[in-house]
């Protein structure tokens, strides 16, 4: 969209995509981590956090290169997403401790049942 100022000169309107793209980004940040605090143990937060960020950077990753969109220096594409994603799952990887992921890991062992041969 364009617009003609009185001195005839044509000036491009701000497009609102990058607001959109922010956005989204902070939604697709904020939902994983509500969800990790409601329904994690306190202990086991960190640990299962990153890797939903690390699942989120996957798809993010896929559908960047499934989705040819040309890339511009303004605007934000999916693998600005898929970066994000990546640097705040080692964040939180780094943060947790090593034994929160191993009684994590327990945990899951333990409510599976026991299948006998």
């Known amino acids: 969209m364009s617009s003609i100022i009185p001195d005839r ?10 607001f959109g ?11 994983p981590i509500v969800l990790t605090l409601r329904l994690v143990e306190p202990a086991l937060v960190l640990p299962v ?3 939903l960020l690390f699942v989120q950077a996957a798809i993010a990753a ?3 290169r499934v989705i040819h969109v040309r890339a511009s220096v303004a605007n934000l594409t999916l693998w600005d997403f898929a970066g994000a994603f990546t640097f705040m799952g ?16 327990e945990e899951e062992a ?8």
């Open 49 to 51: 956090l990153s890797l």
């Open 9 to 18: 000169t044509l000036r491009k309107t701000p497009s609102l995509e990058p």
């Open 62 to 64: 896929i559908a960047a």
């Open 21 to 31: 793209m922010l956005l989204l980004f902070g939604a697709l940040t904020a939902l």
């Open 90 to 105: 080692c964040a939180a990887a780094i943060l947790g401790e090593p034994d929160q992921a191993a009684l994590f890991f």
């Open 110 to 117: 333990a409510m599976r049942p026991v299948s006998r041969p």
